[in-house]
């Protein structure tokens, strides 16, 4: 397939695994890219800018293909090396950045000296255009539907993406929600140059992650998400269990007296437990509601190919006899 999308990543489908704190090592990373989409790196589960560093060396052991790191800003009091992370991907010649969270503008000089071309992933079409006009090379349109903050706005993206077409001169890639060759072909009809997908990358079988996790996913039909932390405007979608639960009666019982501290116990250090001890149980994890639509734990060739020569069939067959 060629969109501004492939050109711009010099990939072969308009394919991107999202970052995905405890979930996007390398083992992922590699095998999105070698399977033709662009794999992504999440930095700031690496621990330090040298673990980084030596996660980037080891996804380069294992394929020859165009890969990225996600740096996620946070909105924390104390923020992590940035500046560290940048220049073990500067060093290591890594030229793709997927950018989320916070404005990137205080780092993109830095990036763009060395060459790399950043794709900021946001959830409103405001963000999306000023991400243009601070140099962003392209958006990740993420859709009220996605797995992780979908923001504050609750637009889906039937209504996003077609908005972020009529601002956007750069290339977007349409994200949440998106799960197969149905998903690509509607982002692409809607304006979008390729799809960025978190969740269904988890049940992969590459995925470094519990099975347990895989399984959840499997499972999980489009109603068994839930939205947390609105009341602090840091709304996060997760599957629903035990802890969201409790978190969501904390919500409703405290109301505007909620603080971070009251909720701790539910979203502090969850992410090794969910996703490496297979855990369910121990805290909220973010899921998008296209769990629905995933039924199978497929290779990320499986499903590249899959998606890509379904699309075709949708266009060639399904849409030209409509005309
Ligand atoms: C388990 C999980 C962890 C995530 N962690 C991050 C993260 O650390 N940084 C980030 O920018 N996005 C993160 N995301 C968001 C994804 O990169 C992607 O934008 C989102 O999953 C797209 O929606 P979908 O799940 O419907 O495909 C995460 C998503 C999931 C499901």
């Known amino acids: 397939m060629k969109t501004r999308i492939t050109e711009l990543f010099g990939i072969k489908y308009p394919i991107i695994q999202g970052g995905m704190h405890y979930v996007g090592f390398a083992e992922l990373a590699s095998a999105v890219s070698g399977a033709g989409g662009l794999g992504i790196i999440t930095g700031l589960t690496l621990k330090t800018p040298q673990d980084l560093d030596r996660e980037i060396k080891r996804c380069k052991e294992m394929t020859d293909q165009p890969f990225g790191v996600n740096l996620t800003f946070l909105p924390t009091v104390t923020s992590p090396d940035y500046p ?5 991907i500067i060093d290591n010649g890594v030229k793709i950045v997927e950018t989320a969270g916070r404005n990137p503008e205080p780092y993109l000089p830095v990036l ?19 991400a243009e006009k601070i140099g962003c090379d392209a958006v990740s349109v993420d859709g009220f539907e996605c797995g992780g903050h979908p ?18 001169t750069i290339p977007f890639v349409a994200s949440g929600g998106m799960a197969d060759a149905r998903s690509l072909v509607a982002a692409l009809a809607l304006g979008a140059d390729g799809i960025n997908m978190g969740t269904r990358f988890i049940a992969t079988r590459e995925a470094p992650v519990h099975e347990n996790v895989k399984k959840a996913i499997v499972n999980a039909g489009e109603t068994d998400t839930r939205l947390v932390m ?16 409790k978190l969501l009666e904390k919500e409703a019982s405290l109301g505007s007296n909620l603080t971070f501290e009251d909720i701790m116990e539910e979203v502090v ?12 149980e121990s ?16 290779t990320c060739k499986e499903l590249l190919d899959r998606i890509v020569s379904e699309a075709r069939q949708i266009i060639e067959n399904r849409l030209t006899a409509m005309l």
């Not at 209504?159 to 956007?168: F, I, K, N, W």
């Not at 805290?283 to 199978?296: K, Q, R, T």
């Open 283 to 298: 805290g909220v994890w973010s899921c998008g509601m296209v769990a629905g639509l995933v039924h199978d734990i497929p």
């Open 112 to 130: 763009k000296d060395a060459g790399v071309k950043v794709i900021h992933k946001c959830t409103s079409v405001r963000h999306a255009v000023k």
């Open 151 to 168: 923001g504050e706005d609750d637009i889906p993206n039937m209504v996003l993406l077609p908005r972020a077409a009529e601002e956007l």
């Open 84 to 88: 560290g992370y940048i220049k073990a």
């Open 230 to 245: 609105r009341p602090l405007r840091n709304t996060e979608r997760v599957l629903n269990n035990a802890a969201a639960k």
């Open 269 to 280: 250090g969850v992410y090794p437990k969910v996703m490496q001890d297979g855990d369910m």
